[in-house]
């Protein structure tokens, strides 16, 4: 049965860890490193503003991110307030209405990305704790703004590496994007962490062959997280010291 507490599915051994062992973090920012909702929906209504369309519920937006700005932009504008559907069902997007809007909500979002972004509580203590392992960050969100986000939350040189979704040639739920965040390490796929809040995350460490950690405190909601069925859940970030061992 699929265990939704700290628990592995599968016993590894004996003790407080159960055998354990990670040899690599990869983190997802959205979600999981930071809440950055209420920012990315402020500027995707702006978006829709631009074109003439009534803004939409924060929910509604929040459950079009996760897959890159473009198909953000897609499902936002392509949302019919009257169905409440987008795609083939919703408004048509062509790709000059497309493309004016990735320009509208670059320079809308680049200059908001900050307002309200926060880090998740217990971020700075987990990842202080594993500071002696290989951190990264992989995102679907553009390079230009993970990094500028990361800078901005003075995080940015935790990590060994930060890849946006513009930064590779295959994003989550495809696990080349995992190893492009690896490249140069040494590492075995078993021995790597994916933490993240969607099923792009979990799906992406399932093909790579790395343990899977399902965030429900971020912007998916936890049914969809658990759904997905990764290797471990946690409902606060500080859970995720509770699985591993660090190093000294």
């Avoid at 990305?113 to 971020?123: A, C, F, I, K, Q």
């Avoid at 405190?217 to 936890?222: D, K, N, T």
Wanted: proline letters at 7%; aromatic letters at 8%.
């Amino acid at each position: 049965m699929f265990c939704t507490s700290l628990e592995w599915i599968t016993p590894m051994g004996k003790g407080k860890y159960k055998g354990r062992r990670a040899s690599a973090f990869i983190f997802d920012l959205d979600g999981t490193l930071v809440d950055s909702g209420l920012d990315i929906v402020l500027s995707a209504n702006f978006t829709r503003l631009h074109f003439q369309l009534p803004e939409l519920p924060v929910p509604t937006v929040q459950s079009y991110v996760g897959d890159g700005v473009g198909k953000l932009l897609s499902r936002t504008l392509g949302h019919n307030i009257h169905t409440g559907l987008t795609g083939p069902q919703g408004l048509p997007v062509d790709e000059d209405r497309h493309q004016e809007a990735m320009k509208v909500f670059a320079d809308h979002y680049g200059r908001h990305l900050l307002d309200n972004t926060r880090l998740y509580p217990g971020v700075l203590d987990v990842l202080a704790r594993f500071r002696n392992f290989p951190l990264h960050v992989a995102t679907n969100k553009p390079q230009a703004f993970t990094e500028a986000i990361l800078a901005g939350l003075h995080l940015d040189s935790a990590f060994r590496t930060i890849i946006g979704g513009d930064a590779t040639p295959a994003r989550k739920p495809d696990p080349a994007h995992l190893v492009t965040c690896l490249q140069g390490l040494s590492v075995e796929p078993k021995e790597v962490v994916m933490v993240g809040d969607s099923p792009n995350d979990i799906n992406a460490a399932k093909a790579f062959g790395a343990v899977s950690v399902g965030c429900t405190f971020g912007l998916v909601p936890a049914g969809t997280v658990i759904a997905a069925r990764p290797d471990f859940v946690i409902d606060r970030m500080e859970q995720l010291a509770d699985l591993f061992p660090s190093r000294s």
